[in-house]
Every structure is written in structure tokens, then in C-alpha cells.
């Protein structure tokens, strides 16, 4: 069996990911709580193919010794980029230049080096990595300064790695999920709240409209990504909702139709 490594697997997408793929395939997951990735293993379709190692990605001995965690012979199909901070800030003079380095660490440095750090056991199971992005990157508004410029960043690394393909051999692939019910949506809508930020209204709006993106579809999603020719996985940043919309008459989006 092939190998999917996920980063920020104790919750949210991340935790998605580990327990669908785990039916299929060998999984590598760290978060930062092991508690939170015990439980993410147990509700696993197949616990027995799951491992997880509690790391911190932000923090350099953590995140090596999270990339030495497979097997020397270990072939790698998909590595997901997932884990991500970025608290809201009520103004720009709020904006914690601590915090910032943190998620520049986290979004961005980590997700570097990991891709280094894994591009033997890619290039040894003819594998893809996959960014999880995100519209706050491309779409400026008040109180994101921390996770939108990094986000930005992370976005420019899978175009560089794309750019750097000839010399890696290893695709890398974008994916905006849209708003997923997840624990960090909660925390950030909690937080932009406090800090009265406008946005938290569209949250609201769209989730009385049901218009949040369904877990099991979302896997689905990747799934296809998976299976499509290079040159078209990697030829811009994939997003969920427009899928969503596509007529169910068309084949190759059917399985992404939601009834929102």
C-alpha cells in the first residue's frame, strides 16, 4: 500500500482526509494535540493504516522529525498541505507581529520544507502534492491581515512549485474547499465576532442558507483531483463551490452536486 501524508490531521479537513483515505491507503498525519489526532485515528475507516505523531510543523526539529516518520522505502501518492493559523484582528495597529511570524512559519516555511523534505518518497510513488487554499487570499478585507498575506504566500509557493517541476518531478495542485463546518471555522467566526469584524455576517447568512461545503462531498472532490492529468491538476487553484454548481447532466461534476 501507498502512502497520503496530511498535515493538521486532529481536526477539520484534515481529520476528513485521514478518515476517508485510511480505507485505501497508508496514512502519515501530525497536529499539534495528540489527543485530538488519537480520536481522529479511531474514527478512521481503518484505524490500523493510520499513523500520527504529535508536531508542531512551525517548529524545525518537530517537523523533521515528523518527515522521518516513514519508512525509508515508503512511496508517497498525495501529500496535503493543510495545517494553517491566522487569528482575525480588530484593526491593523492590533495585528500581532508575533502572531504573524508564527503563521509565516506554520503557512508557509513549514510547507516549503516539507515538500523538500518528502520529494524522495513523492518521486518514488509518482505522487502530487496539494495546497489547501483559500478566496481570503486573493479577496483583502479588514481584520484577515495574518492569515490572508500568508495564505497569499502559500498560494505563490504552489505556483513556484509548479515553476520548479521540471527539476522535482512532483505536481502540485490548489484546492479552495469553501466554508467547511469545521472547529477552525467556528474558533475564527468566534474570534472575528469579538473583534467585530463585517464578515462574520456572511458567515452567518451562509450558514442559515446551508450553503457551508459537505464534508463527504469535499472528499470526494480531492479524489477527482487525484485522477486528473497533470498538466490539468496543476493548471489553477481548484474551487469546490464551482463545482457545486455545475448541472448534475454534466458527468465529470456529478459527484460534486449539493442540494444547497
Same mark, same amino acid.
Given at each position: 500500500?501507498?502512502?497520503?501524508?496530511?498535515?493538521?490531521?486532529?481536526?477539520?479537513?484534515?481529520?476528513?482526509?485521514?478518515?476517508?483515505?485510511?480505507?485505501?491507503?497508508?496514512?502519515?498525519?501530525?497536529?499539534?494535540?495528540?489527543?485530538?489526532?488519537?480520536?481522529?485515528?479511531?474514527?478512521?475507516?481503518?484505524?490500523?493504516?493510520?499513523?500520527?505523531?504529535?508536531?508542531?510543523?512551525?517548529?524545525?526539529?518537530?517537523?523533521?522529525?515528523?518527515?522521518?516518520?516513514?519508512?525509508?522505502?515508503?512511496?508517497? %501518492?498525495?501529500?496535503?498541505?493543510?495545517?494553517?493559523?491566522?487569528?482575525?484582528?480588530?484593526?491593523?495597529?492590533?495585528?500581532?507581529?508575533?502572531?504573524?511570524?508564527?503563521?509565516?512559519?506554520?503557512?508557509?516555511?513549514?510547507?516549503?520544507?516539507?515538500?523538500?523534505?518528502?520529494?524522495?518518497?513523492?518521486?518514488?510513488?509518482?505522487?502530487?502534492?496539494?495546497?489547501?487554499?483559500?478566496?481570503?487570499?486573493?479577496?483583502?478585507?479588514?481584520?484577515?491581515?495574518?492569515?490572508?498575506?500568508?495564505?497569499?504566500?502559500?498560494?505563490?509557493?504552489?505556483?513556484?512549485?509548479?515553476?520548479?517541476?521540471?527539476?522535482?518531478?512532483?505536481?502540485?495542485?490548489?484546492?479552495?474547499?469553501?466554508?467547511?463546518?469545521?472547529?477552525?471555522?467556528?474558533?475564527?467566526?468566534?474570534?472575528?465576532?469579538?473583534?467585530?469584524?463585517?464578515? %462574520?455576517?456572511?458567515?452567518?447568512?451562509?450558514?442559515?442558507?446551508?450553503?457551508?461545503?459537505?464534508?463527504?462531498?469535499?472528499?470526494?472532490?480531492?479524489?477527482?483531483?487525484?485522477?486528473?492529468?497533470?498538466?490539468?491538476?496543476?493548471?489553477?487553484?481548484?474551487?469546490?463551490?464551482?463545482?457545486?454548481?455545475?448541472?448534475?447532466?454534466?458527468?465529470?461534476?456529478?459527484?460534486?452536486?449539493?442540494?444547497?
Amino acid at each position: 500500500m501507498k502512502w497520503i501524508v496530511v498535515t493538521g490531521g486532529g481536526s477539520g479537513i484534515g481529520r476528513g482526509l485521514v478518515q476517508h483515505f485510511s480505507e485505501t491507503y497508508l496514512i502519515l498525519t501530525c497536529g499539534r494535540r495528540y489527543q485530538a489526532l488519537d480520536e481522529t485515528k479511531a474514527g478512521a475507516r481503518n484505524p490500523q493504516n493510520v499513523t500520527i505523531l504529535s508536531a508542531d510543523i512551525g517548529d524545525s526539529e518537530q517537523r523533521s522529525r515528523f518527515s522521518s516518520a516513514l519508512p525509508t522505502d515508503a512511496q508517497v %501518492v498525495l501529500l496535503v498541505q493543510n495545517a494553517a493559523i491566522g487569528d482575525p484582528s480588530a484593526d491593523f495597529l492590533d495585528v500581532s507581529s508575533q502572531h504573524l511570524e508564527e503563521a509565516l512559519k506554520v503557512n508557509v516555511v513549514a510547507p516549503m520544507a516539507i515538500a523538500q523534505a518528502f520529494l524522495p518518497a513523492l518521486r518514488a510513488g509518482k505522487g502530487r502534492i496539494l495546497h489547501l487554499g483559500t478566496s481570503v487570499a486573493h479577496r483583502p478585507q479588514a481584520g484577515t491581515l495574518t492569515y490572508g498575506v500568508t495564505k497569499m504566500a502559500f498560494y505563490r509557493l504552489y505556483q513556484q512549485l509548479n515553476a520548479e517541476k521540471d527539476n522535482t518531478g512532483v505536481p502540485c495542485g490548489s484546492l479552495s474547499p469553501g466554508m467547511v463546518d469545521t472547529e477552525g471555522v467556528v474558533d475564527h467566526v468566534a474570534k472575528a465576532r469579538a473583534c467585530g469584524l463585517p464578515h %462574520v455576517n456572511f458567515f452567518d447568512h451562509a450558514r442559515s442558507k446551508g450553503m457551508f461545503t459537505p464534508m463527504s462531498k469535499l472528499m470526494e472532490f480531492v479524489e477527482y483531483l487525484m485522477a486528473l492529468e497533470e498538466d490539468e491538476f496543476t493548471s489553477k487553484e481548484w474551487k469546490f463551490s464551482e463545482w457545486a454548481k455545475k448541472p448534475s447532466t454534466d458527468p465529470s461534476s456529478a459527484a460534486f452536486a449539493t442540494t444547497s
